[in-house]
């Protein structure tokens, strides 16, 4: 099965170069799902495309019957960006311009919408897929006023006709997988939202993030946030409703970095997540395991990250996914005072029982700087 290939342009440099997304789009034999995947929104977190390289192998490999539905893929969704350097350190986590974090940029119909609650009591007597369909309309018409402004001749500022043209290829998608990595080492787990544990699973990763607050700002949170919205303004009303729409982060190791496993990984699971839904339909999927796989689940706000209580130098730190106590020392710093004393050596000491599951990469810290988060 060969992908429809486009090119949309995104932003003329001041040289005249041009930048441009490149989206494949793998259409099944018959209707079904939308999925849209996207990589490398934040500039250094570079694995998700060689994860998207190898999606792209394997749907080749198969065929159109294969597919029910239709899958969407963009690497490399944020070339300003991915191209960000600053010597040989690959930064892009915020737009240098205008000084924002590229993924906490997006537009989130639920700020927007006047009366959500009474859309919900129209529907009450409709089926979901009615609802669904309905909803999605609203949601379409409001977003397509933005481009009102982007054309002006006043137009916007670049994060907002960024934002809206990834958002324009994603809206209407049932399944949303946005990956990622850390910023700095970590671990390989998933960002989800509630009610959506069971599918989490299929992802095959040894732990979940619940966000149980968020602001609708970031990627994954502005596609779901007015599904789950609506959702509990059907609860409100007696109507118990869980749309099948989905937002996934998946976090997958170093930035930076392409590691192997984590790429593997990431394969993998998006693989067997696809088969459990149906979009996917061969014999090798889903997973045996797949059922039967343990995740550790933990809700967002059971995170604590250490900073540096003084400047200097890291040393002596407990390694990336170690599981540690309170009370046990978790890393030292060597801190030069420059105040007519020797060299001292500080301790620091965990607060919580938790798992390591990020870690800074650069071990030269000023006061204040991040040095590794725990989970518990």
């Known amino acids: 099965m060969f992908p429809h290939i486009e090119t949309i342009f995104l932003r003329q440099m001041a040289s005249g170069d041009r930048l441009n997304l490149q989206i494949y789009k793998f259409i099944g034999a018959q209707p079904g799902k939308k999925v849209y995947i996207q990589s490398n929104l934040h500039g250094a977190e570079i694995v998700g495309n060689a994860v998207i390289h190898q999606l792209i192998e394997y749907l080749v490999s198969i065929n159109d019957t294969d597919l029910i539905g239709e899958i969407w893929l963009v690497p490399v969704c944020n070339p300003m960006g991915t191209n960000e350097r600053a010597q040989h350190f690959s930064p892009g986590r915020y737009c240098p311009y205008e000084s924002k974090d590229w993924n906490r940029i997006f537009w989130d119909y639920e700020k927007e919408t006047d009366d959500l609650l009474g859309f919900a009591k129209s529907q009450v007597d409709s089926s979901l897929e009615e609802i669904r369909q309905n909803y999605l309309h609203l949601i379409q018409k409001k977003f397509t006023r933005n481009l009102t402004q982007i054309n002006s001749a006043a137009s916007v500022p670049y994060t ?8 324009s290829l994603s809206l209407n998608a049932d399944y949303l997988i946005d990956i990622h990595s850390s910023n700095n080492q970590g671990l ?14 299929y992802f095959l990763l040894e732990f979940g993030i619940l966000l149980n607050k968020y602001d609708g700002d970031a990627f994954d949170e502005a596609f779901i946030k007015p599904w789950l919205a609506l959702e509990d303004c059907f609860a409100q009303l007696g109507k118990e409703i869980k749309f099948d729409i989905e937002a996934w982060t998946l976090e997958l190791g170093a930035g930076m970095q392409m590691n192997p496993d984590s790429v593997s990984k990431g394969v993998q699971g998006i693989k067997n997540y696809l088969a459990e839904k149906g ?3 061969v014999d090798s999927l889903p997973l045996s395991e797949s059922q039967s796989h343990q995740m550790y689940f933990v809700q967002s706000r059971n995170r604590t990250k250490y900073y540096a209580i003084a400047g200097g130098m890291i040393q002596s730190r407990v390694k990336l996914g170690s599981q540690v106590k309170v009370g046990e020392r978790l890393y030292q710093i060597l801190s030069f005072n420059k105040e007519n004393h020797l060299p001292t050596v500080i301790d620091v000491f965990a607060a919580d029982t938790g798992l390591v599951y990020d870690v800074s990469t650069n071990q030269a810290v000023n006061q204040g700087e991040f040095v590794l988060g725990i989970i518990y």
């Open 188 to 201: 390989d787990y998933i960002y989800y939202f509630r009610h959506r544990e069971g599918s989490a699973r």
């Open 279 to 281: 979009v996917l339909q």
């Open 160 to 167: 907002e006709r960024f934002r809206h043209q990834l958002q």
